[in-house]
């Protein structure tokens, strides 16, 4: 039996008591709802003891997992207070060791499981229950499915938007092969004790884990990337030192264009200078054919931000293209897309289907990003208007408008809570709207607008469960939610992906 929760989610609401689910896709299954809470998030002085129960940091006890949070975390109880343990699964029982004491929660790490679940399995990738980015890997792959499916229909009883205990929700969309799905590499360089590693974070700190393999990611990235690894070493280019903050290069990103295998690089940098680049550009050509473009991006100084503003060309191609439903797109280092091309198109393909787009629709395209959702829909449309924040996105989206010999779409930058009025003002009227928000969801103002002016067809692309569903309680004043179709988008994490379909009340 699968137990989820989306214990103490960051929305700044009182905290609801956990209620069982009645999700009608698994009958007699309990699942469990509260606030999603991340304990690495949380910060100040630790404390002796939680509401009373006595508890130490290394104090070693048994527990029995209940249910999983949003993050895909285990959780248990421990004399009552709520323990959080990554790395195990429900019904297990597990020997913890506390890590982290605070007035609301303990935090703990797995020293042993004396009962597992039928559902566990060995992680192909052995740091996985170091780093994030793995919290499901030690879960079969139908379990994941199911929490996914799971994790919608908690939100939903949380928010409670209108109708929604009737609301079809449909089985997880999941991946033939649920590995090597990511396009795009993104790893910090370090030099540890003289070595030089390349990789991910240990969770909760800045201690660096050097990944020769992860099998998430697509083969032909981490080839670059342990290539150029390889290379910085020999020509022995200067690497950033956090500490110190000295040195050069900080950050590698590779991304790969399913459609052609061209690999763009991209080096972030400390300086804006970059000493010894001319002996690593020619070293790279001769070792790496497949990297078409090699570009550095200046972002000084200690930062959580990986990108900073200023990207320049040290040579090569412009950009790499990627097929999308039979259009072409031309990526730049900052253009966004989605990691897995497989599931994008999944995602897209569920869109027009949900549309059901007709010739004589004007569709708007919010958060457009470079365009790939509306001019995959453009030849289904009779006119599409998109809209995105970031200018270099706007300029790509109508290039590849103009690539793909498409003329009835166009991009904008502006935000949707402005354009949108702002077209519908000057008597351009949609018929139908797409919205693809980032995590925070819809902005206040345009989830007004849209129940003003009540599009007849409308298609919420989601990424996060919960804003999705706190979204929706508002959307269904003039709205009804007709399905909710859940797709893995990030197998072997907790993240989660949905596309609804929205028809107008009359």
Known sequence: M?????????????????????????PGQKTYYGKHFDPRKQHGQQRASTDGVAVRIGQNFPLTIKRLGINGEGI?????????????????????????????????KVLKIREKSPNRVKPLDTFADEVGGFELEHMTYSAQLAFKKDVIAQSLEKFQPKGWSDYDLRDTIGMANPYEYRNKAQFPVRKIDDVLSVGMYKRGSHELVDLPIVHTQSPATMKVLRTVRDLLDKLSVSIYN???????????VARVSHTTGDVQLTFVTNTDGFPGDVALIAAINQALPEVNGIFQNFNPGRTSLVWGEE???????????ETVMGKTFQLSPRAFMQLNHTQMTVVYNEALSALNLT?????????????????????????????????????????NAKINHISNAKYEVG?????????????????????????????????REIIRTKPEKFVYISCNASTLARDLVDLTKAYKVDYIQSIDM?????????????TRRD
Do not use: C
């Not at 956090?242 to 590698?252: P, S």
């Not at 990207?311 to 293209?321: A, N």
């Not at 365009?371 to 289904?380: F, P």
């Not at 197998?491 to 379909?501: C, F, I, L, S, Y």
């Open 76 to 108: 248990g109880y421990f004399k009552r207070k709520i323990v959080f343990v990554p790395g195990v699964l429900p019904d297990e029982v597990a020997v913890v060791k506390v890590t982290d004491v605070q007035p609301k929660y303990i935090a703990a």
């Open 2 to 26: 699968l137990l989820i929760s989306t214990q103490n989610m960051t929305e700044n609401k009182k905290q609801k008591k956990a209620y069982p689910s009645k999700s009608k896709s698994q």
């Open 359 to 399: 010739h004589a629709d004007k569709l708007v395209d919010a958060y457009a990003g470079v365009g790939t959702i509306g001019l995959s829909l453009a030849d289904k449309a009779g006119e599409v208007r998109g809209m995105e924040i970031i200018p270099e996105a706007v300029d790509d989206a109508n290039i």
């Open 311 to 321: 990207t320049i060309k040290l040579w090569g191609k412009d950009y790499i293209e």
């Open 242 to 252: 956090e500490d110190k903050n000295r040195g050069t290069v900080k950050t590698i």
């Open 415 to 447: 935000t949707a809570e402005v354009l949108f009025p702002k077209w519908q003002a000057e008597g351009w009227l949609a018929d139908a709207l797409v919205v693809d928000p980032p995590r925070t969801g819809l902005d206040t103002a345009l989830r």
């Open 490 to 502: 990030f197998p072997q994490t907790a993240r989660w992906e949905g596309v609804v379909k929205l």
